[in-house]
């Protein structure tokens, strides 16, 4: 049973796992009745964004776009029989690079509007963000799985072996099953899994019945087997699962061993990258892991693209058009003042 100490409630939610959590196992009444709330408010919210996916997946149908759906209500549907059990802030949705502009058209006129902040780089970048107008629902759609920090199949590739599931009534494509899994270990590694919850789909996905050879080959051509081990070993800590054999070799890599006791780290001290109040130390630890994740290749790309200037630096300090030719050479400047604005805003929230 769950102690009745009030505390783990903020806990759940911040691991996004209070959907997950029967409500018999809550003590106190109090919290019990909260808890029930929340639950039914955070079930109606998940149905009726993944109505908004049906509408959005409908409406490209409509004009051939092809688009997968990476995460979210597909998630909940493939790996927990419910989408009510699975909670999502946002649709992650892919679609082919060429055919970015005609998606960024079709979303603005279901209502999206670009959030300004987004990156439109699709060097740097992997994805723009579009929030809708009326109902605030937000939308992550992406050219690309991860911001280049390993290899990754082609839309080509993805499309010609996706399936789908039913949702609202509309079949919404979706990965593969095992392609699903090797993207989810890949994600979680990026992030650190400092958020429980992308654990925990990938604790419950290894309950299923899977092609662990097909799994492997996948990971390896990647070059992503050290986040599956990393990701055993955090499974088997903190959710007690068990290493399935075809996988026990990858938990005993240094690198795999040295990702899981940073990113335990990370769990325990709720280091969420995009917090407000962001020590330099912080910021540094989470420069050292995205550098141990990547591969030589991709490492080489990660420090050409922070030596480059960005959207950012440009509206950080404006420079006149024949003067653009500094921002490289100012680029430490630009960070350290967005960094200083990023704290003095935190303290005085």
Not at 53 to 67: M, Q
Not at 110 to 134: C, W
Not at 293 to 313: A, C, G
Request: hydrophobic letters at 40%.
């Amino acid at each position: 049973m769950i102690s009745e100490n009030i505390a783990l409630l903020p806990l759940a939610k911040y691991h996004r796992l209070l959907q997950n959590i029967p409500i018999e196992a809550w003590q106190n009444g109090d919290i019990r009745i909260k808890v029930t709330t929340e639950k039914k408010r955070t079930t109606f919210e998940l149905l009726r964004f993944s109505t908004e996916l049906a509408r959005v997946v409908t409406y490209f149908k409509k004009f051939a776009l092809h688009v997968i759906c990476l995460k979210g209500p597909v998630i909940g549907q493939k790996i927990y029989g419910s989408i009510g059990l699975r909670t999502f802030k946002d649709l992650d949705l892919l679609v082919e690079e060429t055919r970015l502009s005609e998606a960024t058209t079709l979303l603005q006129q279901l209502g999206y509007i670009l959030d300004p902040s987004s990156e439109y780089d699709t060097q740097r970048a992997n994805h723009l963000v579009f929030i809708h107008k009326h109902t605030h629902h937000m939308i992550e759609l992406h050219w690309r799985l991860h911001p280049n920090i390993l290899h990754e199949p082609t839309f080509s590739e993805l499309w010609s072996r996706h399936e789908v599931v039913t949702i609202a009534g509309v079949d919404v494509p979706c990965l593969e099953t095992e392609e699903l899994f090797v993207y989810l270990i890949s994600h979680g590694a990026k992030h650190a899994w400092f958020r429980l919850r992308w654990l925990y789909d990938i604790h419950l996905f290894l309950e299923q019945p899977l092609d662990f050879d097909r799994i492997k080959t996948r990971l390896a051509k990647r070059g992503c087997l050290h986040m599956m081990g990393q990701a055993l070993l955090l499974r088997k800590e903190l959710f007690a699962g068990a290493i399935p054999e075809e996988f026990l070799d990858l938990t005993e890599n240094r690198r795999s061993q040295q990702m899981a006791m940073m990113a335990r780290w990370i769990i325990e001290e709720q280091n969420d990258p995009g917090k407000d109040k962001q020590t330099l130390a912080e910021f540094s630890y989470w420069k050292h892991y995205h550098w141990l994740i990547r591969d030589d290749e991709k490492r080489r790309e990660f420090v050409w693209h922070h030596l480059l200037p960005n959207q950012h630096d440009v509206a950080t300090l404006r420079l006149p058009q024949r003067l653009s030719f500094l921002y490289g050479l100012l680029r430490p400047v630009t960070w350290s003042i967005r960094r200083f604005k990023q704290r003095k805003a935190g303290t005085k929230r």
